[in-house]
């Protein structure tokens, strides 16, 4: 399975980003996927997440609100809208994908996940 990010960018504070993530290859082994995200100097963490069916989500608190995970199976593609975006979003967004669950397991931690795309930068400007 390959996982290519995009939609990162530079936008000012207050502004909006939608991030895609496309899968390619054995995408009939992905159930849950997820966002994550990597700034400078610390740990990855995740930003979202959400199951197999759509039917479950998670956020991290910090973006509770602000951002929305949602996905197209038919198109193998999951997003992350961005809104609200403040400087401390500022980082290397990453896709990630888990192999078969059921459908409405939601992944929280990295270890969790399966399969990574390379990242996509997103920069908040004050």
């Known amino acids: 399975v390959q996982l290519v990010e995009s939609g990162g960018g530079v936008v000012q504070a207050g502004g909006s980003l939608r991030l895609s993530c496309a899968a390619s290859?054995?995408?009939?082994?992905?159930?849950?996927m997820g966002w994550f995200l990597q700034a400078p100097g610390k740990e990855r963490e995740l930003v979202a997440g959400?199951?197999?069916?759509?039917?479950?989500?998670y956020y991290a608190d910090s973006v509770k609100g602000r951002f929305t995970i949602s996905r197209d199976n038919a198109k193998n593609t999951v997003y992350l809208q961005m809104n609200s975006l403040k400087p401390e979003d500022t980082a290397v967004y990453y896709c990630?994908?888990?192999?078969?669950?059921?459908?409405?397991?939601?992944?929280?931690?990295?270890?969790?996940?399966?399969?990574w795309g390379q990242g996509t930068q997103v920069t908040v400007s004050s």
């Open positions: 959400i199951s197999r069916s759509a039917g479950r989500t």
């Open positions: 290859g054995r995408t009939f082994s992905i159930s849950a």
């Open positions: 990630a994908a888990s192999r078969v669950l059921p459908p409405l397991v939601v992944r929280t931690a990295d270890h969790e996940y399966d399969y």
